[in-house]
């Protein structure tokens, strides 16, 4: 994984998720933009041709987002030919083989957050302004509390890299930790960009769906199921 020297790339999240999952990371070197070029070429291409589109149609929430984008990355932006390589970026990604594929419990397991803390003469450790019980045989040990940052009601200890339960919190002040990024509602009249009245955006996505899962998409279905529950319990 080749990034620069952002703080987002630096984070000891980054990482451990890295190290789990047994990516390289790799920085490119300060005050050296020549290694960032391919990079920084990608970004505005995203800007100019998804972001504006976006930002003209309107995004209502993260999995339109999301939804939008991946069926633009893989029909448009994956299957254009480039003109140096002579292949699309798709045919060159899998030019040595489909990628491997990671288990589920090691993908949750990689994105949890890892600090280490010393237990106290009291069998206690404190966590983002929370205070926690752990087994008393590990009062004034060094251990390793790995958790989920989004809900700091749950965390696993370690101690020499070996399972001892989980740490019981006295009074759950902070659910969340504070160094996740939180939402920031911002007004949606903002954007002057000229429309044409065309969801082009749409139109990839509906292209996406047609070719993966059929006429009807998964998201469909689950609102029909949905819809189907809801009138089987109305008396």
């Known amino acids: 994984m080749y990034v620069d020297n952002g703080s987002p ?25 020549q290694g ?58 899998l030019s040595q083989g489909p990628p491997r594929l990671v288990e589920p419990s ?15 003469r009291t069998a206690s450790v404190s966590l983002a302004g929370n205070r926690y019980k752990v087994d008393d045989a590990l009062a004034l040990r060094q251990v390793e509390l790995r958790f989920d940052p ?18 019981v919190p006295f009074v759950l002040g902070r659910h969340v930790h504070h160094q996740v990024p939180q939402t920031v509602a911002t007004p949606t009249n903002l954007s002057v960009t000229p429309t044409t009245g065309v969801d082009y955006l749409g139109l990839v996505l509906a292209k996406h769906e047609a070719e993966h899962f059929g006429s009807i998409a998964f998201r469909d279905l689950a609102s029909q199921s949905n819809q189907s529950e809801q009138e089987d319990e109305q008396p």
């Open 9 to 33: 790339y630096i984070a000891a999240p980054l990482e451990r998720t890295c190290a789990v999952l047994g990516t390289r990371l790799v920085h490119s070197r300060p005050y050296r933009p």
């Open 36 to 93: 960032r070029g391919k990079v920084e070429r990608a970004n505005g291409y995203i800007r100019e041709r998804f972001l504006l589109e976006a930002e003209a149609h309107g995004i209502a929430s993260f999995t339109e987002l999301n939804d939008r984008f991946m069926a633009w990355v893989e029909q448009v932006c994956n299957t254009r030919r480039h003109a140096e390589t002579g292949q699309t970026p798709i045919e060159r990604f």
């Open 106 to 120: 090691l993908l949750r397991e990689a994105f949890r957050w890892s600090v280490r803390r010393r237990v106290t």
């Open 150 to 167: 989004e809900d700091l009601s749950r965390l696993d200890v370690y101690w020499e890299g070996r399972p001892m339960g989980q740490a």
